[in-house]
């Protein structure tokens, strides 16, 4: 059973559309992150979100945490090549918890297609 | 400053041999993680380690898996006789520390290491 499931599995696209990429559980977590794993590449931390409702965004990403803290979405406009990789998220069940508690989903891989 | 260096970046072995995985952390950081991908599976957590200590090995399967983190050199991670089923990218991970109270406990990956077991 995977506690955190992502959606869509695979995502191909045009540059320069927009789309956005979920990460849904049933659980309630403390935390949030985004991570995006470029290929033949470690995950590189994008962005935790904390507070139920939270909106953070980067540059042309713009992420959320759903108010009951079960979900997250991550929207991202205008996309380019770079882009392209592994969209991972990991969500924490409890800030008195440790890193290697973290519950990993398995992945939005997109392509942006020049 | 260099973040997570991990070598070799590729390794075949043939099954019955043993696999080498080395992981210097970033400069500062005295926690080191392991973890395992799969397509199919995601990212696994395998092995937590601070220096000269295994903190928690509960992602570690008990048999032909090790790991350790010396006072001196990088982490290893060391699979015994090799079976087709190790067949991964094994991704090593530090931290200053260990909660997530705060940004500096984020977590830093390396690029990996990408074992082959023909």
């Known amino acids: 059973t995977q506690l955190l499931e992502q959606s869509p599995q695979f995502l191909s696209i045009q540059e320069g559309e927009n789309l956005t990429v979920y990460c849904n559980s049933s659980?309630?977590?403390?935390?949030l992150q985004w991570y995006r794993q470029e290929p033949g590449e470690g995950p590189v931390l994008l962005v935790t979100v904390v507070t139920g409702g939270e909106v953070k965004k980067l540059k042309r990403l713009t992420f959320q945490f759903g108010d009951a803290r079960k979900d997250s979405s991550l929207h991202i406009t205008a996309a380019q090549p770079g882009d392209t990789g592994l969209y991972l998220c990991?969500?924490?069940?409890?800030?008195?918890?440790?890193?290697?508690?973290?519950?990993w989903g398995l992945g939005t891989s997109l392509a942006v297609n020049p | 400053n260099a973040g997570v260096m991990q070598n070799p970046r590729h390794l075949v072995r043939r099954r019955g041999q043993e696999a080498r995985l080395r992981c210097s952390p970033m400069?500062?950081?005295?926690?080191v993680y392991w973890y395992r991908q799969l397509p199919e599976e995601g990212l696994k957590f395998m092995v937590y380690?601070?220096?000269?200590?295994?903190?928690?090995e509960s992602g570690m399967p008990k048999e032909r898996f090790s790991a350790e983190f010396p006072k001196e050199g990088p982490s290893i991670l060391r699979i015994q006789q090799v079976v087709r089923g190790d067949s991964a990218a094994y991704f090593c991970a530090s931290s200053p520390r260990t909660g997530l109270s705060s940004g500096a406990n984020v977590l830093t990956f390396g690029a990996g290491s990408r074992l082959t077991v023909l």
């Open positions: 380690l601070q220096k000269e200590n295994i903190i928690d």
């Open positions: 990991a969500g924490a069940r409890s800030n008195a918890g440790n890193n290697r508690k973290l519950i």
């Open positions: 400069k500062g950081h005295s926690h």
């Open positions: 659980s309630v977590f403390s935390s």
